[in-house]
């Protein structure tokens, strides 16, 4: 962990603009819009938006698998992409089958090591992540022999390898049962005291409202909203945040249609 | 620096490594050359002609063919795989280039590969001994080339495993691999009426594309040849480095400017 922490923010976008071609002689289609934002250390945002709002992409720009079409995103001061921004970076990809014929402990440790995290470090801390994500027992099972919320479950453990300052969560309970929902959403509650940045992208609304600080609501790939939780917005555990969202989106929409 | 890439080409290689042989690819083709080369002796059991030769040119036609359809098999999966089941994005998100996870699972394939061809010679030289048959101090230098144009047969695969589906990527190896000969003397042939343009083009061609077949010494290796002289072995060795390093730059260059 080698990056400047201090005085800069966590992830600072600024006039991010992401497209794609779908094809070799097409045009390029645009799925972000100059998008801007800051997050400061510490903080916990919710990344919002429908299905299609270029949530993923943004953040597929900030890790560099993308390369942006114009603007730019940094991580503690660095290029977004650069190794010296990743090594500061916990990344949980939306759905990942991780490799069947591996356990729990040799999926850990092929990351740990890319980590760059000391081989005694990494057993201690690869058994104490698959307890706390709740995999204590499974360490030796196959990952074929696991369900979609369990390979979900260690996918958060390999972002949270080498206690990372930023972590970035692409949809962080899809395939997780209720049960799995609430620890998981405990498991975050208690990273965020260690003071890490969590910068989370969720279609569950509740855990949105009890984790987040704030939130940034994206539609059509141009940053709509962006607001501080309140108290009158964790009211009803989500309900009052669906209100909210389902409202600024049904806005937007009718805004874009006028 | 130095410690720290290998360390990360070494974790990347050891994983594909571990998974091939949990899925058993590997002895699936085993039991092939197995029962293939055990075939062929009880074929040459039953009164063939010059047995010998025919014994050891079925041997090494089956240790040739398998290393290579497994070479590229194991090969063009790596990098399309880990994309499709979305391990890619875990992958680069840890401080590595993708270089490293080009090269780290190039040399998974590879050491799998080289594996594979350890374990079908030694059936092979076996099967000979079974039948009371010498190989020769050819065998070795053949066994050697192989390896050197197995590194080949994985660069070349991967290297096209980033520009196209792993389905086509199998087939144009292998059939660079399998019409080698066939496409060295069409080349041969066909410059000998080419105009300067013509010949220009020929022998670009035939420099850009690997010569598999400059590596295959297994007709010295049945008809009980001498060996090659080193120098020779020498070149051979830096034609498939260079080759090596040339398709693993043209897959790197690709992949580090793909869209993930």
């Known amino acids: 962990m080698t990056a400047q922490v201090g005085g800069v923010p966590a992830l600072h976008v600024d006039g991010l603009t992401v497209g794609y071609k779908p094809g070799p002689l097409q045009p390029t289609k645009y799925v972000v819009h100059g998008l801007s934002f800051s997050v400061q250390p510490g903080e916990v945002i919710g990344f919002l938006g429908p299905n299609g709002a270029g949530k993923s992409s943004t953040i597929k720009a900030v890790m560099g698998f993308v390369t942006a079409s114009a603007g730019s ?34 999926t850990l440790r092929l990351y740990g090591t890319l980590q760059g995290i000391p081989k005694e470090k990494l057993r201690a801390e690869s058994l104490e992540l698959l307890k706390r994500v709740g995999l204590e027992g499974r360490e030796k099972h196959q990952l074929r022999t696991f369900s979609k919320g369990m390979q979900q479950r260690l996918g958060i453990a390999q972002a949270l390898l080498g206690s990372p300052k930023l972590l970035i969560l692409d949809e962080v309970t899809s395939g997780v049962d209720p ?76 805004r874009k249609a006028a | 620096m130095v410690l720290r890439k290998l360390t990360i080409w070494g974790a990347l290689s050891g994983a594909s490594i571990l998974e091939s042989i949990r899925r058993k690819d590997l002895w699936v083709a085993v039991i092939l050359s197995v029962l293939m080369i055990g075939a062929a002796g009880m074929l040459g059991r039953f009164g063939v002609k010059g047995l010998e030769t025919f014994l050891k040119s079925a041997a090494l036609t089956v240790v040739n063919l398998l290393s290579v359809v497994l070479a590229v098999i194991f090969t063009a999966r790596q990098i399309p795989e880990e994309v499709s089941r979305r391990t890619v994005y875990p992958l680069l998100a840890r401080p590595i280039s993708r270089f490293d996870l080009l090269f780290g699972k190039f040399l998974g394939a590879y050491a799998l590969s080289l594996l594979g061809l350890l374990l079908f010679a030694l059936i092979a030289f076996g099967a000979l001994k079974w039948f009371g048959l010498g190989v020769g101090t050819i065998f070795w230098q053949y066994l050697f080339l192989r390896a050197l144009i197995l590194g080949v047969v994985c660069a070349v695969t991967i290297g096209l495993s980033v520009f196209m589906t792993p389905q086509a990527a199998i087939t144009i190896s292998l059939l660079l691999a399998m019409v080698s000969q066939t496409f060295s003397s069409a080349v041969m042939l066909l410059e000998a009426d080419s105009q300067q343009a013509g010949k220009l083009f020929l022998h670009g061609t035939y420099f ?43 897959g790197a260059l690709r992949f580090k400017r793909q869209a993930l």
């Not at chain 2, 010494?217 to 080759?243: D, E, K, N």
Request: hydrophobic share 45%; aromatic share 10%; with cysteine.
């Open chain 1, 73 to 106: 995103a940094k991580v503690f001061g660095h290029d977004a992409g650069s190794i010296t921004a990743r090594e500061n970076i916990g990344y949980l990809p939306e759905v990942a089958l991780y490799y069947p014929f591996l356990t729990p402990m040799e």
């Open chain 2, 208 to 250: 850009a594309l690997p010569q598999f077949n400059l590596f295959d010494l297994s007709s010295r290796v049945s008809f009980g040849w001498t060996t090659i002289p080193t120098v020779t072995v020498l070149q051979l060795t830096v034609y498939a480095l260079l080759h090596i390093a040339a398709w693993l730059m043209l």
């Open chain 1, 179 to 254: 049960i799995g929902r609430r620890h998981l959403r405990e498991l975050l509650g208690e990273v965020k005291k260690t003071g890490t940045t969590i910068f989370f992208s969720s279609h569950e609304l509740d855990e949105v409202a009890q984790l987040c600080d704030r939130v940034l609501l994206l539609h059509g790939g141009r940053l709509i909203e962006e607001r501080i939780m309140d108290e009158k917005l964790r009211s009803g555990i989500g309900s009052a945040l669906e209100d909210y969202f389902v409202t600024t989106m049904e806005q937007a929409t009718l």
